[in-house]
Structures are given as structure tokens and as C-alpha cells.
């Protein structure tokens, strides 16, 4: 029997301001109306970043706590936070809102190439983060930028630190990354181990392609 399809919705992002967007949603009470829409919308799942209150990223625990629950009032939509973060993050920033349990949270596989600047997640970090997730009981996705993170995720996997079923976010088109095409996703997906699903994340205008290339092969959406 086929897999329902799993919409997840990506409500703000790490990088794209209110001057870019004006209907983009930053303050914790229009994250969490924004979560409610996508979820009445047909989203299960809403991805998190949080900003302050003139729009910039931030990791602050603070900040998260209030969203997530103004988002757990209105909605009953499964809520992934970032530890991805954004660009000039530290690890230890990255991580710090696990600890407020939200159902599931994104974990880089590898250090990745963002346009002019990186984000670093050596092994050790992704051992780090994938602790802390165990601590807190909550879900990794296992996100991918580049052909070699699918490989480093079978490092955590062998050690124990991620167990069965495994879900992974395959971020394609962000400059400098991993592309999008047929043969860059059937090189992701030959490379998933047993038991696993995939979300397809199709960034700037490769979204649609993105999502159809994910239906056409029998994986996730994200949109946003």
C-alpha cells in the first residue's frame, strides 16, 4: 500500500527578510497563525526558524519556547525546529532549543556550501546534535545538502545515535550545493538505507521541480 503523502511547510526560513516578503511571518504570533493556516491547509508538519523582532535569526530559546507554544494552542501540527540555524551560528546556539522538546528537529549531515558563505557540521557536531535529540526524544531529519551526507548519516546510524525509521530532507538548489535532477535524487535515494523515507526541498526556483520530482518518485514535499 502506498505511503500518504507528508506535507511538510517551511513557515519563515533563515534567510529571507520582510523586505524581500512582506507577508513573511516573524513574531512568535504570526509563526503561529501562519502554522495554523498551513496546517487547515493540509501541512502535517511545520518547519521552524525563529527571528527576532527586527526580522534577523536567532537561536534563542526564548524566542522558540514562544512560538512553539503559541503554535501547540492554535494547531495540533507536528513541529520541527532548525538546528541548522543560519549562516554565523555557533554549534552550541544550534542546538540549545532541543531542549524544549519540540516532535522533531532537522540535523545537517555534513558541512555545506551556502551560496558565498558555510555552514560547518563536522562528525562531531552531528554526534552532538544527535545526542542531545536523543536526550529530548525528538525525531531527526536528516538533511542532506551534498552527495557525501547520506553517507555521513550511515556513520550515526552504525554507531546507534539514529534509529529506525529513518526521514531525510534532501535540500537541493541552494547555490554552491547539491543540483537538481532525476539523477542527483536517484543517487540520494539508492543511497538510503532500509526503512527510510525521503522529503524533497526544492530551494528558490527549483520548488516545483522539486516537488514533482518528490511525487514522481514516492518521497515528501516541503513547501515554503
Same mark, same amino acid.
Not at 506535507?7 to 504570533?29: D, F, H, N, R, S
Not at 551526507?149 to 535540500?171: A, R, T, W
Given at each position: 500500500?502506498a505511503?500518504?503523502? /507528508? ?7 533563515? *534567510? ?5 516578503? @512582506?507577508?513573511? @511571518?516573524?513574531? @512568535?504570533? *504570526? ?5 495554523? *493556516? ?7 508538519? /511545520? ?6 523582532d527586527?526580522?534577523? %535569526?536567532?537561536? &534563542?530559546?526564548? /524566542?522558540? +519556547? ?25 554549534? =552550541? ?7 524544549? +522538546?519540540? #516532535?522533531?528537529? &532537522?540535523? #545537517? ?21 544527535? &545526542? ?7 525525531? %531527526?531529519?536528516l ?5 557525501s551526507?547520506?553517507?555521513? &548519516?550511515?556513520?550515526?546510524?552504525? =554507531? ?6 529513518y ?7 541552494? %547555490? ?15 543511497q538510503?538505507? %532500509? =526503512? ?26 516541503? /513547501?515554503?
Amino acid at each position: 500500500m502506498a505511503n500518504k503523502m /507528508v506535507i511538510t511547510c517551511a513557515i519563515t526560513g533563515a *534567510e529571507t527578510t520582510k523586505a524581500q516578503q @512582506p507577508a513573511l @511571518p516573524v513574531t @512568535p504570533e *504570526e509563526l503561529a497563525n501562519a502554522a495554523a *493556516e498551513a496546517c487547515a491547509a493540509g501541512a502535517a508538519i /511545520v518547519h521552524l526558524h525563529a527571528r527576532n523582532d527586527d526580522g534577523s %535569526p536567532t537561536a &534563542s530559546v526564548d /524566542v522558540f +519556547k514562544k512560538a512553539i507554544d503559541l503554535i501547540r494552542k492554535k494547531s495540533d501540527v507536528v513541529v520541527e525546529i532548525t538546528t541548522g540555524g543560519a549562516v554565523g551560528m555557533t554549534p =552550541e546556539e544550534r542546538i540549545a532549543p532541543v531542549a524544549l +522538546k519540540p #516532535d522533531m528537529a &532537522s540535523l #545537517d549531515c555534513g558541512t555545506v556550501n551556502f551560496g558565498n558563505d558555510y555552514i560547518v557540521n563536522t562528525l562531531p557536531i552531528m554526534r552532538q546534535f544527535a &545526542s542531545e535529540m536523543n536526550k529530548y526524544g525528538v525525531r %531527526p531529519t536528516l538533511e542532506c545538502f551534498d552527495v557525501s551526507h547520506v553517507q555521513s &548519516s550511515h556513520i550515526l546510524i552504525k =554507531e546507534g545515535l539514529i534509529k529506525p525509521p529513518y526521514h531525510y530532507g534532501f535540500v537541493m538548489q541552494v %547555490p554552491a550545493a547539491l543540483s537538481l535532477s532525476v539523477k542527483t535524487l536517484s543517487y540520494m535515494m539508492d543511497q538510503m538505507p %532500509p =526503512e527510510s523515507y525521503f522529503t524533497v526541498m526544492g530551494i528558490g526556483r527549483a520548488h516545483i521541480p522539486g516537488i514533482c520530482g518528490a511525487i514522481a518518485a514516492g518521497g515528501f514535499i516541503r /513547501v515554503g
